[in-house]
């Protein structure tokens, strides 16, 4: 299946996308939290505790966030689950570094590791997790059929898949005004926040071409997975994608 998101790229070079990605949180680590609350009026938090409560039906202990950025979600499983451990893998040193003084200052150190590494190619044996977790970072990857794939290699039999990611709505009423604020405000604010200033023109660009909904199903189908299913929230602006190995 082809996959438009592989080919929106972060920077206009020759490199490919894993490598510009990572250029490209790097540069706006510092920045990164500030924007994500900005850009969804703080609503990112609604989405991610809605996520929290899908996965703690499922009672999981070992936890691998991917593409875990600054960690939010890695934190937020920690404190609200009974669990023994979270790992969070990101492309991006500089978003760890971060991530691991938020994990600090939070008092998780004990419940929560966060590790530089490829999502294409994790650094963990087969049949390790209960559950795995991403959060608006699948529309990141270079191979996105590859990288569900690596998730189900790591994934234990009977364990959870949960996927929160940014959505276009469409709603005719909703969908001009959503347009308007991700071509245009975005970009303008996160050239006054970050010295990186493509890196919030190709948010948007990436959000409008990463599979939603049914084919988004269909690559998760396609890598092994069973019970595939999604939930839209907020007018079509996120979607939370669920699925499990059989």
């Given at each position: 299946?082809?996959?438009?998101?592989?080919?929106?790229?972060?920077?206009?070079?020759?490199?490919c996308?894993?490598?510009?990605?990572?250029?490209?949180?790097?540069?706006?680590?510092?920045?990164?939290d500030?924007m994500?609350?900005?850009?969804?009026?703080?609503?990112d938090?609604?989405?991610?505790?809605?996520?929290?409560?899908?996965?703690?039906?499922?009672?999981?202990?070992?936890?691998?966030?991917?593409?875990?950025?600054?960690?939010?979600l890695?934190?937020?499983?920690?404190?609200?689950?009974?669990i023994?451990?979270?790992?969070?893998?990101?492309?991006?040193?500089?978003?760890?570094?971060?991530g691991?003084?938020?994990?600090?200052?939070?008092?998780?150190?004990d419940?929560i590791?966060l590790?530089?590494?490829?999502?294409?190619?994790?650094p963990?044996?087969?049949?390790?997790f209960?559950c795995?977790?991403v959060?608006?970072?699948v529309?990141?990857?270079?191979?996105?059929?590859?990288?569900y794939?690596e998730?189900?290699?790591?994934?234990?039999?009977?364990g959870?898949?949960?996927?929160?990611?940014?959505?276009?709505?469409?709603?005719?009423?909703?969908?001009?005004?959503?347009?308007f604020?991700?071509?245009y405000i975005?970009p303008?604010?996160?050239?006054?926040v970050?010295?990186?200033?493509?890196?919030?023109?190709?948010?948007?660009?990436?959000?409008?071409?990463?599979?939603?909904?049914?084919?988004?199903?269909?690559?998760?189908?396609?890598?092994?997975?069973?019970?595939?299913?999604?939930?839209?929230?907020?007018?079509?602006?996120?979607?939370?994608?669920?699925?499990?190995k059989l």
């Open positions: 299946m082809e996959v438009k998101a592989e080919k929106i790229n972060p920077y206009d070079d020759s490199r996308k894993t490598e510009q990605v990572q250029e490209m949180f790097d540069s706006i680590a510092p920045a990164y500030f994500n609350r900005a850009m969804t009026f703080g609503i938090k609604l989405w991610r505790a809605k996520a929290v409560k899908m996965i703690n039906r499922h009672s999981p202990k070992n936890i691998l966030d991917v593409a875990t950025g600054t960690g939010d890695a934190i937020k499983l920690a404190k609200t689950l009974n023994e451990k979270v790992i969070g893998i990101d492309l991006s040193e500089g978003m760890i570094i971060v691991r003084k938020k994990v600090n200052d939070a008092g998780l150190s419940k590791e590790v530089q590494g490829d999502c294409l190619a994790m963990f044996a087969d049949d390790t209960d795995i977790t959060a608006y970072g529309r990141n990857f270079e191979r996105l059929e590859a990288g794939k998730m189900l290699r790591t994934l234990k039999k009977g959870m898949l949960c996927v929160i990611e940014l959505s276009t709505p469409t709603s005719p009423i909703v969908r001009p005004l959503y347009k604020y991700t071509r975005i303008f604010v996160g050239r006054l970050s010295k990186d200033v493509r890196a919030y023109s190709y948010l948007p660009e990436s959000i409008a071409a990463v599979p939603q909904g049914n084919e988004m199903l269909a690559l998760m189908q396609n890598a092994g997975f069973a019970d595939c299913k999604y939930r839209p929230l907020t007018f079509g602006t996120c979607t939370i994608y669920t699925a499990f």
